[in-house]
Structures are given as C-alpha cells and as structure tokens.
C-alpha cells in the first residue's frame, strides 16, 4: 500500500508528537517521520539556523509540515505551514543573513495551527496528489455503495456484508466503511457476533444520529472500529442519508457497504446484494419475487445461502453451508477467509465489482 511519507518539523517537540499521534489515527496512509536537526551536523557551521538549511537540503520526502516560516520557503510546493493570528497575513520572504535564500517563495500552503486534524490531513493529501500526479487510496472519486438485503431473519446477510468488506480491504486501493442500520435487539448482535476489534469506537453509536440531524460537528472516526482485515465498522440507527452526505463531502472511503432492512430505501446503491436463506420452507416463493425485481434491476444480485455447492448463474450465486468457515472463538464467531464460504464471496466480489 503506497504510504505519504510526511515530515513534521515544529518549534515545540511536544506539540509534534501529539500532531504526529493524530495524523496517524486520521490517516492510514502517512509514513510521518519528526525532523531531525542533529542528522547533518557541520562543525565549521554548527548554528541553529545553519541545521535548518541542511536539513531542508537534503531531506526526501513527500510532504513537509511545519510551523516554521523558513523551512516552507526553503521546502516550497511541498511544504505547508501551520500558522497563528497575524501570522497568516504574513507574505514577505524570510531574509536572515544566517538562512540561504529560499529556492521557491511562496509557493507552499498555510494553514492555520487551529485547524482540525482531518483537514490538516486532507491538506497533506491535497499536496501529494498535486505534487506526484497520483491519487491516494481511498481519497479519490465517488464511494461506491453495497447494499445487503436480507429476505428473513437468520440467512446471514451480516455474515455476507462483513466478508464482502474484508475482501475489498484486502485490496491495496480500497478503504471499506461497513455500515450497520436499525437498532438490533435480542439475540441479533449485528456484526458484534463477527468483530473483532484492532480499534474500537471511542464514543457511543447512539449520538451519531442526532449529531447528524441537529447538524452539529464530529469527528466521525470516533465512532468507528476496524477490525484486523482493516475494515471499518460504523452503527447507526438513524440519519443514514445525512450519513452518507456526509461520507460523501469527506471522500474518506473507496467502498461503503449497508447492512440491513431498507438499505436501498432513498438511497442510490450501486449494486444491491439479495440474501435468501437456502434452508428456509420460504425460499422457492421469495426466490421467484427476487427474480422478477432482478429482471427489471440489473444491479441487483441474489445471493441464496447455506445451498449445498456454489453455482451462479446471470445475478443469482448459491453459496455453500460451510461448518468450517466459522468458528467460534471466547467473545465472537471467526469467519475463515481462506475457505469454501469466503471463496465463493471472493467469486461475487469479482463479479460485482467491475
């Protein structure tokens, strides 16, 4: 996975490092290194001012952070400069007889040290992409949208949604958002009954609806997981249309997927997933309905579970009931992604992402 490698370079070391632990937690795609003065040292000239301009000499990098007006200079298209109060209505060149004069003035971006972490990083971004020509994974485009329907209760469309995402994850461009809607009650755990978190939600899903419609402002990586696949996890019980806007404005993921009953409901999906329980008496009558809707929707896919043997033909994949896929583990159920359940999915991601 291709990483930014960014520098950070403040007057205040304490003030870098938490700067650096932020960066990191919003964004998965920086390699952040702290700038080093001592790495160039000349005992002819060892002034502080002299580091500087060998540091900004021989760094190699993608992106250069500081709070220091003369290393943005020195740096130029690839530097951007945190600033303060009157500071952002600096626009002279730093002259000082002990700095050599700047290769490129005025050509780095200012932003102001008060912003939030996430616009620093979409920043950082900004200068990557125009600097090297290329886009960053997951920051590119419009999300496209999965939708995973289930017909019953119990045909495991949360089991599908979350082994869909984890194979989109496993890609080097795509960055997976798993979406879980509806309060879920009783023995029904939602995608709790499969996670296994490397992170887990910092604060409550139950604020992030009314966050939403009261307009009010969050970060919205407090309220996700991500499990070790790389996944991300997100509840919600309300709000999925301001949601989804949201994510949209952000342009933070490369996939969304919905899980749930009336995920399509005022929502433009790209491709809808179908899940019928192939075990179910109900099977045959909800199977020649779902047929007739896949004929009028081409984007829409059946997807009948627990069958005997994987088989597929236009829109329509039987999945087999594989014992062996699942595990179970002290506080959650492992889903095998190297066996017949998982491998057969990896056939109907390849088939609807195209």
Known sequence: ??????????????????????????????????????AFADPSDNSHHAKLCRVAEHWEGDVYLTDRIYMAERIGRKAILLMQGREMEYTGVFTDEAAVQPKAAETYRRLDSMAALREIYRMIVDVYQTEQGCFVPGAKGKSMLYGFLPATGGCGATALAITFGRILAGRDSERVLYIQQGSRTGKDKGYSLYFEGEKMPLRPSRELGFLLLEGKCFCIENYMAEDRYGLFYLRIQSGIEQLLRYLEKENAFSSIILDGKGCDENVALHKVFYVLNGQ????????????????????????????????????????PRDEESFRCEENHVEISMHMAFARAMRIVAKEAVQ
């Open 1 to 38: 996975m291709k990483k930014i490698r960014l520098t950070i370079d403040t007057r205040e070391s304490a003030y870098g490092r938490q700067l650096a632990k932020g960066l990191a937690i919003t964004g998965k795609h920086l390699f952040i290194t702290m700038a080093d003065h001592e």
């Open 280 to 319: 179910d008496c109900r099977t045959e009558f909800l199977l020649q309905n779902a047929k007739k809707e896949t004929e009028e929707d081409p984007d829409r896919i059946i997807l009948l579970n627990q069958c005997g043997c994987f088989k597929e033909t236009e829109n329509l994949f039987w999945l």
